[in-house]
């Protein structure tokens, strides 16, 4: 199956400031990659599909991309709502798998 | 706006069979992917498999041989059942829904299912 790799593992970040996730994955997944966000007993919530599509009602500060084995996430000015755990999904191949997650938290 | 609810025991004794059922309200089952998704305590999230609204599924190869996903498009509810449990099933258990087999948008609160005696 295909692993996905995250890191930092924890990026620490003021609030204002821009946040920039990585995704690597062990053999190309096309642009069939997710982003999800976790906060702490709560239910993952799509963020990205399709490396770059936002999901409705997802602020524009979020923003995908890359491609083959290579991904980012980019949040352009934290929110304070925006300090969670992010992961990434790969559903090029089956069985479809995340990340470990990268957990923003706050500077 | 799509609601999921996952119901069931949180308490199993290993090598007994679990039995998780998700309620789907606020909208149709049809044309949506539904699945089961689960994430053992500090652990990340692990797909245990999905069900379209036809009845077709697909399953995760690790656990293949112990689960079953189906649907009742009837009740607006999908279900899970997964055999022979040990104590590395202990996990929150997720159903997910969404209009691509890959990516789920709408999710339930999660239900903790601890293997013990």
């Known amino acids: 199956e295909i692993v996905m790799t995250q890191s930092p593992a924890t990026l620490s970040v003021s609030p204002g400031e821009r946040a920039t996730l990585s995704c690597r994955a062990s053999q190309s997944v096309r642009s069939n990659l997710a982003w999800y966000q976790q906060k702490p007993g709560q239910a993952p919530r799509l963020l990205i599909y399709?490396?770059?599509t936002r999901a409705t009602g997802i602020p524009a500060r979020f923003s995908g991309s890359g491609s083959g084995t290579e991904f980012t996430l980019t949040i352009s000015s934290l929110q304070s709502e925006d300090f969670a755990v992010y992961s990434c999904q790969q559903y090029n191949n089956w069985p479809w798998t995340f990340g470990h997650g990268t957990k923003v938290e706050i500077k | 706006q799509v609601q999921l609810q996952e119901s069931g025991p949180g308490l199993v004794r290993p090598s007994e069979t679990l039995s998780l059922t998700c309620s789907v309200s606020?909208?149709?089952?049809?044309?949506?992917?539904w699945s089961w998704i689960r994430q053992p305590p500090g652990k990340g999230l692990e797909w245990i498999g999905y069900?379209?609204?036809?009845?077709?599924?697909n399953y995760n190869p690790s656990l293949k041989s112990r689960v079953t996903i189906s649907v009742d498009t009837s009740k607006n509810q999908f279900s899970l059942k997964l055999t022979s449990l040990s104590a590395a099933d202990t996990a929150v258990y997720y159903c997910?829904?969404?209009?691509?087999?890959?990516?789920?948008?709408?999710w339930g609160q999660g239900t903790l299912v601890t293997v013990s005696s």
């Open positions: 997910a829904g969404g209009r691509s087999s890959g990516w789920y948008d709408y």
């Open positions: 069900v379209y609204h036809s009845g077709s599924t």
């Open positions: 606020g909208g149709s089952m049809s044309s949506y992917f």
């Open positions: 399709e490396t770059s």
